[in-house]
């Protein structure tokens, strides 16, 4: 995930210097407007949204050869999601699925 290392304000304009990692700047691309910059750590991601089948209620649904092109092997009954108010556009981020990478733990349990 990309960290700020700097914001600078400097009259009306605020000047952000980001820290990006490899799979962040091939996403990019060449890129340089219209990009959008939102918080998405887990407390950040306020609500909690159903996914699965169609039912009664309104559900996050996505294709399965989409799931399948990007690698999302399982879905989360719920996942953590926020929507975002920009220039009086909506956007909705969510988490669809966590990272395998595992913290280790060193010492006795107790």
């Known amino acids: 995930m990309a ?18 990692d490899k799979e962040e700047y091939k996403i990019l691309g060449n890129s340089t407007r219209h990009l959008l910059l939102l918080p998405s750590d887990s407390k950040d991601l306020t609500e909690l949204l159903t996914t699965g089948k169609l039912g009664n209620s309104n559900r996050v649904m996505l294709p399965n050869k989409v799931l399948k092109k990007n690698d999302v092997t ?29 913290k280790p733990f060193f ?3 107790e």
């Open 3 to 20: 960290n700020i290392q700097s914001i600078d304000m400097k009259n009306d304009k605020i000047f952000v210097n980001l820290i990006l």
């Open 74 to 102: 399982n879905m989360l009954k719920k996942v953590p999601a926020r929507l975002f108010d920009v220039n009086d556009e909506k956007f909705l981020l969510l988490k669809l699925q966590e990272s395998k990478i595992a």
């Open 107 to 109: 010492g006795d349990e």
